[in-house]
């Protein structure tokens, strides 16, 4: 097939995972556009299938504000006919969805179009619905747009439902994991640069994010204070975002900016997960997660919110701690706990790592994909004889 994808080339899952299906599907055999601003955080060069599309976003000096969603659209209509796109993939649907239905009536009204009408498909991450999309100033245009979408994902049930509920969303929606590269996604270990971080009798934990006040680096630190009453520790961040200042004058008011790395945007997380004793993240909203399924897919016992799509992803006392998400208290005597117990610290983290590997490796999920794709281009089936009998008015 041949196959647009939507993204958003910052930092963030939805980026991630659609970065990944583009791989994925390219190295499966399908032709594949990535469509976004830029080349997204994770892009891999070197897969003739697979091209990337830069969208421009032209200013103009009466605009305060630029114009993303209308260059979008134009690019996606322009790109569904240049390239025969059977499917355009929106990931996010703020404002990617929108973007792909206005393309799609462009192609509709646009008699000299040839033909060119992909299918599009819809998939929901997270705050598109539950904190942008939701928020009354997007909700009715937001909820529109998914349902024009010819099929709609989710990537967990949790998103499913707060779809239905937050914005009023009636169509199905299908929930589709996220899902990893398992080949990549291994631990590594490396005694020298563990040894660059923290001695012998150091815990390591780790939290990487993009530093929004959903992800409360605020309670990162805190519960990784009371870690550190207790026993040595050192805390590495992975990420950067508006939170970061705010944060970095909470460690040095603490008096812990020696215990405490900032590493920044990495490209390549796994060196860093391979690294860890417990990765945290105590968001008051996730989706799904996948932070955590990487840190999981390292071996690396996760410590994260009994929110959202995350009990659908960790199993508490089994691959990772769920916790209370307003009992920092409690999250940081639950991982001391862990901690304390070497083998059953290595226990669940070869458990995490064997449940990411059953349940959300690229072999998985991408046929998925694939399968939807096949399901909105294939032409609509007539209606069986007694189907039509029994709807027919009159008969
Ligand atoms: O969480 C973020 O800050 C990024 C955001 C995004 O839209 O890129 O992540 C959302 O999508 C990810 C990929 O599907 C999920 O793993 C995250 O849980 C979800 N974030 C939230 O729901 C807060």
Redesign the pocket.
């Known amino acids: 097939m041949r196959i647009g994808i939507v993204c958003?080339a910052?930092?963030?899952?939805?980026?991630?995972?659609a970065t990944e299906l583009a791989h994925s599907l390219a190295l499966r055999g399908h032709t594949v556009r990535l469509i976004s601003s830029e080349r997204p955080f994770r892009w891999r060069d070197g897969l003739p299938e697979l091209g990337f599309d830069r969208v421009d976003t032209p200013a103009y000096p009466l605009f305060r504000e630029p114009q993303y969603l209308l260059a979008l659209a134009t690019a996606i209509a322009r790109l569904a006919c240049e390239h025969h796109l059977d499917v355009v993939h929106a990931?996010?649907a703020v404002p990617h969805a929108t973007a792909a239905y206005l393309a799609d009536e462009m192609l509709r009204a646009d008699a000299d179009a040839g033909g060119c009408r992909p299918r599009t498909v819809t998939?929901?991450?997270?705050?598109?619905v539950?904190?942008v999309g939701s928020d009354p100033s997007y909700r009715r245009v937001v909820a529109f747009s998914i349902e024009q979408s010819s099929a709609v994902t989710a990537?967990?049930e949790s998103?499913r439902r707060d779809t239905q509920t937050a914005v009023g969303v009636r169509c199905p929606i299908e929930v589709i994991p996220?899902f990893l590269d398992c080949d990549a996604y291994r631990r590594q270990p490396n005694p020298a640069l563990r040894a660059r971080f923290a001695t012998d009798d150091q815990v390591i934990v780790l939290h990487a994010?993009?530093f929004?006040p959903?992800?409360r680096v605020g309670l990162v630190l805190d519960v990784f204070l009371r870690i550190r009453a207790a026993r040595p520790a050192r805390l590495l961040l992975i990420g950067d975002?508006p939170d970061r200042p705010a944060l970095e004058a909470a460690i040095a008011a603490a008096g812990a900016s020696d215990a405490v790395t900032f590493l920044g945007e990495v490209q390549d997380p796994v060196p860093w997960l391979s690294l860890a004793d417990l990765f945290l993240l105590p968001?008051?909203?996730?989706?799904?997660?996948?932070?955590?399924?990487e840190a999981m897919a390292c071996g690396v016992p996760v410590a994260v919110s009994r929110v959202?799509?995350?009990p659908e992803v960790v199993t508490d006392d089994d691959t990772g701690l769920l916790c209370d998400p307003d009992d920092a208290a409690g999250m940081a005597g639950r991982i001391l706990a862990l901690l304390a117990d070497r083998d059953a610290a290595a226990r669940m983290g070869r458990r995490a790592a064997a449940v990411a590997r059953e349940r959300f490796c690229v072999d998985a999920i991408v046929p998925r994909y694939e399968a939807l794709y096949a399901r909105v281009v294939a032409p609509p089936q007539p209606a069986s004889p007694s189907a039509s009998g029994s709807t027919t008015p009159g008969a």
């Open positions: 958003y910052s930092i963030g899952g939805s980026g991630v995972v990931h996010y998939t929901l991450h997270g705050t598109d539950t904190l990537v967990s998103l996220n994010s993009n929004r959903v992800k975002g968001s008051s909203q996730e989706s799904f997660g996948l932070a955590a399924l959202g799509g995350l």
